[in-house]
């Protein structure tokens, strides 16, 4: 069966100096990564530069409609960030939140304005989870998604780059049954723990997404494959469900 992929997950731009190493991406190395992957569409987002009108520009000026904006989330300039999410809302189709890089966990009240925003527009909200259990846990995830029911929020990396940490976060959804918490499976190399996630949620509420260029889109097309997922998964997961929140999002 031939899907439509829609990588959920993408970084465009330079990193700040601290993050040496770490690779960039410009809009047409972002396509060539996406035609040679086999991937149809792609959520881009700024790196921690934070450079959202620069990237909504771009994603304009280049004319291509497989591209969708998301906007990088500074706590520490809450009045510029939220001019910009109000002066560019018809551009905008998600929002990016990176407690660790931003040092604020995200269920810290200073991050609550961006999710009343995205509330009131239905945009999908991702949130970067890592090892770093005191500033991004899976945990804090959970609480904003019961906090904000309307805010579609996609816990990254699965909950976290550790199986054991993958593994509690789809526990504990498939307990709360939130109807607007997803998994994000960006730079998941463990297809055990997209299998164990895909028996116990379902397939409806889990996201493909690479983190390129931080990882190779094609790889982790590859690692999903490991999972053994049936059509019905494939067709879901690769696109359909993040399909659906972009399409129900508010453009007033």
């Known amino acids: 069966m031939k899907v439509r992929v829609l990588d959920g997950h993408i970084h465009c731009g330079d990193w700040k100096p601290e993050r040496e190493g770490w690779p960039g991406a410009s809009i047409a190395e972002i396509r060539d990564a996406l035609d040679r992957s086999g991937i149809e569409e792609a959520v881009l987002m700024p790196t921690d530069v934070g450079d959202n009108a620069g990237l909504a520009r771009a994603i304009e000026e280049s004319g291509d409609d497989r591209l969708h904006f998301f906007a990088w989330l500074n706590p520490h300039a809450p009045g510029e960030t939220l001019r910009f999410l109000d002066e560019s809302s018809g551009r905008i189709a998600g929002l990016k939140i990176h407690p660790s890089l931003e040092r604020l966990r995200v269920d810290d009240p200073g991050w609550t304005p961006f999710f009343e925003v995205a509330e009131r527009h239905r945009w999908p909200v991702i949130v970067h989870c890592g090892r770093w259990q005191e500033m991004a846990s899976w945990k804090f995830c959970v609480t904003v998604a019961e906090r904000h029911p309307e805010a579609p929020v ?90 659906g929140l972009l399409a129900a999002r508010r453009l007033d």
């Open 154 to 243: 996609i816990i990254a990396h699965m909950g976290g780059d550790l199986p054991t940490l993958q593994q509690e976060c789809a526990r504990e959804l498939a307990v709360r049954r939130l109807p607007n918490a997803y998994l994000g499976t960006e730079s998941i190399r463990e297809y055990y723990s997209l299998r164990y996630a895909l028996d116990l949620l379902g397939p409806s509420h889990i996201l493909f997404g690479s983190d390129y260029p931080l990882g190779w889109p094609g790889a982790y097309l590859q690692v999903f494959e490991g999972a053994r997922p049936n059509d019905e998964e494939r067709r879901l997961v690769l696109g359909e469900n993040l399909r």
